[in-house]
């Protein structure tokens, strides 16, 4: 083995000063300054002296992987929502589990993530009798399925059999997702919008994170390319940003207006990222919002549609919380459509809509299904789209059924209708009621305001600190937010995420909860929280 090292070691430092010798015969460049100094030749003392140097490091157990080895676009990489707050608190799990009476608390409440059936959400049965009945055909030839499961769930799942090659749901599909779902999505999307939409169009996803990961590879190429994204934004898009190697372009978003989309602030930090030399690619829309809950006006939507056009900008339309409106005067109006009720076609405006099945009523996380639906753009770029889509053969068929049946439900006349509307509706009300309680429990305590979550399955209440509670998250190393959620967790068992992990206004302080608790549950977290926060500010008044 060590003689196997050795000689692989050999054969590196041969190469590279091969290499480098080599580059330093190469004709100069034009535009190279001419050397000082000529470059020694290359000669048995200096191969020796090298290849010493590389033994001695293999000798002295230097890992061939280090963080001074890895891709520095990973290490620039952040993701908050499953960040250091997270992985204290997973370590606090553990310790309840050994000794449940070490901490002042019994269990840890994650309200970090959208992630709604780990935190007690129940599926929709008629989407889980679907695809379980498409999981295991078998059923369908059994007489006691007629007993067990629904009419409508069983003539549904023959339906999607029959349009699977092989009936094999454990099989690769082709790679946008296979032929016979995406025209039902399609159809969705057209009931949905009042326009044409085509099952071509549609790449179902893993989730909508591939989706943007696809698109990302697809338009940076270098540092020089940027992508407006809001701040505060989904740390999914910075992340992509930074694995890929592009700028972040960041707008922001009003907080005194209910985190409005100002149009002037893009124009703004357009001009300022072109004057720059960065070319901006893309603009990303997150609509309702995420962290911040707003849904956007249908006017602001048609000012944000003519600014892509005329600033010829793909536009990213993040729409996962479609189904997720709490406020009577606000509905949710997809950008394609608002892109053709003011008259612009596949020629006028490259768009792309991102859909999943982990958000909405139905909170499918750990199924991976949604899709992207691309409209505007040449056959040569989708050629080239479908190709990313193939280098990962497909997403998983579990995910293809319910990205399917998320966007064609029962309808009136079914017989799980009834069953159905019940359930989704049941879940979105509570949903409300749980955004509205703790609203209205945050702008309560003193040194938090809070915004309305008019959508989406977040709040983000601004932190008022005092310059003593700064100066002592200063001291402990870390963001003023961060240091408030950390202590938050250590005294309640609350995991919330640090408005600093989404980007924020410099000098001001946030922090992402979610709503999805179950309701039985809101009266004891908000009763914790107020506990903790008064004691926090008495503690660090100025």
Request: hydrophobic content about 40%.
């Amino acid at each position: 083995m060590r003689r196997f090292a050795a000689d692989r070691a050999r054969r590196a430092v041969v190469a590279s000063l091969r290499g480098a010798a080599s580059s330093r015969s190469a004709a100069p460049s034009p535009l190279a300054p001419a050397p000082r100094h000529p470059a020694p030749p290359v000669g048995a003392a200096a191969m020796a002296a090298a290849l010493a140097r590389t033994m001695s490091t293999a000798a002295a157990g230097t890992p061939p992987v280090s963080l001074n080895t890895i891709n520095p676009k990973v290490l620039k990489c952040e993701y908050a929502v499953r960040g250091e707050i997270v992985t204290h608190a997973q370590n606090l799990q553990q310790e309840l589990q050994k000794n449940p009476d070490s901490l002042p608390f019994d269990e840890i409440l994650y309200c970090n993530i959208g992630n709604p059936q780990s935190l007690g959400q129940q599926p929709v049965t008629y989407f889980r009798e679907v695809l379980s009945l498409c999981d295991h055909p078998g059923l369908l030839d059994k007489s006691e399925t007629h007993a067990l499961y629904s009419s409508d769930a069983i003539e549904r799942a023959w339906q999607i059999l029959e349009k699977i090659p092989g009936r094999a749901t454990g099989a690769y599909s082709h790679s946008q997702g296979i032929k016979g779902l995406r025209d039902e999505i399609a159809a969705g999307i057209a009931a949905r919008d009042g326009f044409h939409a085509s099952g071509d169009n549609i790449f179902l996803t893993d989730g909508a994170s591939p989706a943007v990961h696809m698109m990302m590879q697809l338009l940076i190429g270098s540092e020089k390319d940027g992508i407006l994204c809001p701040i505060p934004q989904y740390p999914l898009y910075s992340a992509s940003i930074a694995l890929h190697g592009g700028s972040l372009v960041p707008y922001f978003l009003d907080e005194e207006t209910g985190w409005g989309l100002e149009i002037d602030e893009l124009k703004k930090q357009l001009e300022e990222a072109r004057s720059k030399g960065i070319t901006v690619r893309a603009l990303v829309v997150i609509n309702p919002g995420n962290p911040t809950g707003q849904v956007l006006a249908e006017e602001n939507q048609n000012k944000i549609v003519e600014f892509c056009k005329n600033e010829g900008l793909v536009l990213l339309a993040d729409e996962v919380y479609q189904e997720n409106i709490y406020v009577e005067d606000k509905q949710f109006h997809s950008f394609k459509k608002i892109a053709r009720s003011l008259g612009y076609t596949d020629d006028d405006l490259p768009l792309v809509s991102f859909q999943s099945v982990s958000k909405g009523y139905y909170g499918e996380c750990g199924k991976r299904g949604g899709y992207m639906e691309i409209t505007g753009f040449s056959p040569e770029v989708r050629e080239q789209i479908y190709k990313l889509a193939s280098v990962n053969l497909c997403s998983n068929v579990s995910g293809q059924i319910l990205a399917s049946l998320v966007m064609n439900p029962p309808k009136a006349g079914d017989e799980s209708f009834e069953s159905f509307m019940v359930e989704r509706d049941g879940i979105l009300s509570s949903l409300a009621r749980r955004a509205k309680a703790l609203e209205e429990a945050f702008n309560s305590l003193e040194g938090i305001t809070c915004n309305k979550a008019e959508g989406a399955m977040y709040l983000f209440p601004r932190l008022h600190l005092s310059q003593k509670a700064i100066g002592a998250a200063q001291a402990a190393g870390t963001a003023p937010d961060a240091y408030y959620a950390k202590r938050l967790l250590e005294a309640t068992g609350i995991v919330i995420v640090p408005g600093s992990g989404f980007g924020q206004v410099p000098g001001t302080w946030h922090f992402r909860c979610t709503i999805l608790p179950q309701e039985d549950k809101i009266p004891a977290i908000i009763s914790r929280f107020k506990e903790f926060h008064e004691k926090f500010m008495d503690e660090f008044r100025d």
